[in-house]
């Protein structure tokens, strides 16, 4: 595997083009054959950004993440071009003869937005406002809701809790930093 780093925007650090390298070469299993990788790590104002490209025989694959740190940037796009790679893989052993079948990079894309929805299991996604509330508040709230849980947002530190009524009727507070 040939990988080139490019940096952007910032001095690279050694740390960084190992990391790379220890990662990408975890991907191995998934691509048969040589393959040229191209990452690119970025700084823009506070966001660390890393593009990571996969060339081998007929296969390109792109992946781009951002973040407030270098490595979960890394780490991100990483875990994209997995799920690209694991995803093509699977789709290929479904072919008689296990020909190879070039993606696109918008297949690709495509393929990872729809296995994002569907991996978890995910039936339904809500987006809520957090009310400010006080414990007392919340199981109030959930005594009067339909909702198994409450998420709130606590009035005296300001962190996301969440209240919900366990099998054997007694209630639980998890309390985030966030």
Do not use: C
């Not at 995803?87 to 052993?93: C, F, I, L």
């Not at 297949?107 to 995910?122: N, R, S, V, Y």
């Amino acid at each position: 595997m040939k990988v080139a780093v490019t940096f952007r925007n910032a001095e690279g650090e050694a740390w960084q083009k190992e990391y790379v390298e220890e990662k990408l070469s975890k991907l191995k299993k998934y691509i048969d054959g040589s393959v040229e990788a191209h990452i690119v790590l970025s700084i823009e104002k506070f966001r660390n950004v890393a593009e990571i490209s996969l060339a081998a025989d007929g296969l390109n694959i792109n992946g781009r993440e951002e973040a407030k740190d270098m490595r979960l940037a890394i780490d991100g796009v990483l875990d994209k071009i997995e799920r690209q790679l694991k995803k093509r893989k699977e789709k290929n052993r479904g072919h008689k003869g296990g020909a190879v079948r070039a993606e696109t990079d918008a297949e690709a894309t495509a393929l990872d937005e729809a296995e994002d929805t569907t991996a978890a299991g995910l039936m339904e996604t809500r987006k809520m406002v957090l009310e400010p509330m006080s414990l007392d508040d919340a199981v109030m709230r959930l005594e009067s809701a339909r909702n198994p849980f409450i998420v709130y947002r606590d009035v005296l530190s300001e962190h996301v809790h969440i209240v919900f009524r366990r099998d054997d009727g007694r209630l639980v507070l998890i309390e985030t930093n966030a």
